[in-house]
């Protein structure tokens, strides 16, 4: 034999374990699917509603059973198989009371996307790993831009894997544009200039952790960013603003990049753009709106007038992963002027040479932070074609409804408080104790009942509704991101509260199970 030969003889037992043409291949991935499918619609849509009520131990107790890295695997069957306790205790998101976070539902389409773009396993980052599939994105992001209310023809973007990493590029995009243009330092390529230190971001202070956190790795630091107070209703107070602004530069500093929220985390609620699109003319500042969450209410006719002035945004923040209902991960960044790209522009030899640009072939990875990056676009794209923009929106609009339809059940509610009615779908309210144990005061009374409130929700598995905390005291909250979810079972969800709240007064032992 000759060593050619010898080496084709010694090829590994690969049948079934790739995409390949024989009946034998394609029959071991029909049935693959298949099994994955048969444990999504028994052990998690069954078992994970909302959640199964396993505790940390528990879990740990359960997984421990596995070896991560044995030796020798089973077959694909058992593994698959392994993989039901995983589903069987995770949150049941599909669940109608399943709702804490803004981890929606995902949509069938998008899920039936999610199983094409893993197969075909396109990357992002050059043209030639991904040449239909970059221009799908660059379609989408270009009709996207639209929705926003950008010129089409001036404007670019690109998927990231979320608001974290758009709000990151947003504020790096801002960073070496003022280096670049008022101190004529070129960031990218010689680091930061000494004036750095003097350069500041300002936000409210109900904005996202990550407009920190960017600042941090953008070698700025957080204490660049400066918070400004918000109003009655969570949003950036625009006088207080103004007085910020004025310190800030009295103080020999410069701001440079105003972030305002579409849609804050905790309460939903919307800075006022256009004021604030107004201040970063008048100060030469680069402005980006985070719109990871209420970026959706561009799909509404009946909402999208709550994002008056987004068209003025420098770059904006999009999550799909939210209210557009696509599984993680899948998120845009939108910029408003396509040349905003050159500031990071960089050249890799192997994936986006210059001969490229010239020849007009798009290159994705030089509007990226990430290299090798998943065909996320599939996902919206497929839900698009599949219910249109009016029908994603129907949804969102009808999640909009439903909160407002909770705040007024909760106003009704004697033992109930509203503590913020928002523009977006979240609902945030008290359980009001009506005695305050000698020891306590009420502050720290109500925050204790409340978080046990939520605890056992969890544990019972009856409901995963969230907490969070309001002038320092806890408070439940829901995020209605799932339209199965119905009045009657925000109804019934709020009287389990009101009966959980008044166990634990007559019975205060039971905080501290
Ligand atoms: C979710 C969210 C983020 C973070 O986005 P990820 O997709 O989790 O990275 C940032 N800002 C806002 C307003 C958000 O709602």
Redesign the pocket.
């Known amino acids: 034999m000759s060593n050619a030969e010898q080496l084709w003889e010694e090829q590994p037992d690969m049948e079934g374990l790739f995409l390949g043409d024989d009946e034998a291949d394609r029959e071991t991935y029909r049935a693959a699917i298949e099994q994955a499918c048969d444990i999504v619609l028994g052990e998690f849509l069954e078992n994970a509603t909302p959640y199964s009520g396993a505790a940390p131990e528990e879990l740990a107790d359960t997984l421990a059973e596995f070896e991560m890295l044995p030796a020798e695997g089973d077959g694909l069957e058992a593994a698959l198989d392994r993989a039901s306790p995983v589903l069987r205790n995770s949150v049941g998101v599909s669940d109608p009371h399943c709702i804490a976070h ?1 981890q929606c539902p995902p949509m069938v389409p998008a899920l039936a996307a999610e199983v094409l773009l893993t197969a075909a396993n396109q990357s992002m980052d050059s043209w030639d790993q991904s040449p239909a599939a970059t221009h799908l994105e660059q379609q989408f992001i270009s009709e996207l831009c639209a929705l926003f209310g950008y010129d089409e023809t001036k404007s670019d973007g690109v998927f990231t ?7 990151f590029v947003g504020l790096l995009l801002a960073r070496n544009r003022i280096l670049i243009e008022e101190y004529g330092v070129d960031a990218q390529k010689n680091g930061l200039p000494p004036e750095a230190r003097d350069l500041r971001i300002l936000c409210s202070e109900a ?2 952790f ?1 407009a920190k956190q960017a600042a941090a790795q953008l070698g700025l630091g957080e204490s660049a960013v400066v918070t400004v107070p918000t109003d009655t209703e969570y949003r950036l107070s625009v006088e207080a603003f103004d007085e910020a602004i004025v310190d800030i530069r009295a103080n020999g500093n410069r701001p440079f990049a105003i972030f305002a ?5 905790d309460f939903g609620s919307i800075d006022p753009i256009e004021p604030l699109a107004d201040r970063a003319r008048k100060y030469d500042c680069w402005f980006h709106v ?5 970026g959706a209410l561009a799909l509404s006719d009946a909402h999208a007038d709550k994002l008056a002035g987004i068209e003025s945004a420098d770059s904006i ?1 999009v ?1 799909f ?2 209210m557009f209902y696509q599984p993680i ?1 899948c ?1 845009a960044i939108l910029v408003r002027d396509e040349s905003s790209y050159d500031l990071i522009d960089r050249n890799a030899a192997y994936l986006n040479p210059e001969r490229d640009d010239d020849a007009g072939v798009p290159n994705l990875v030089s509007k990226s932070v990430q290299t090798t990056r998943r065909f996320d676009a599939l996902k919206p794209f497929v839900t698009m074609q599949a219910v249109g923009r009016e029908g994603l929106a129907s949804l969102m609009e009808y999640t909009i409804d439903l909160a407002a339809e909770a705040v007024e059940l909760i106003d009704r509610d004697p033992d109930l408080h509203v503590i913020h009615d928002s523009p977006l779908n979240v609902v945030l309210f008290r359980y009001v104790p009506e005695s305050v144990p000698a020891d306590a005061t009420r502050e720290a009374w109500t925050g204790r009942v409340n978080e046990a409130i939520r605890d056992s929700l969890l544990e019972d598995g009856e409901a995963v509704i969230a907490r969070t905390t309001v002038d320092g005291i806890n408070c439940l909250k829901l995020t209605l991101l799932n339209p199965r979810t119905t009045r009657e079972d925000i109804r019934s969800l709020l009287q389990s509260v009101v009966a959980r709240g008044t166990e634990f007064e007559t019975n205060p032992d039971e905080l501290y199970s």
């Open positions: 803004l894997s979320g608001g974290t990493q758009s709000n904005a996202h990550t929220t579409a849609g804050t985390t985070d719109a990871a969450w209420g923040s999550d992963h939210k991960s998120g």
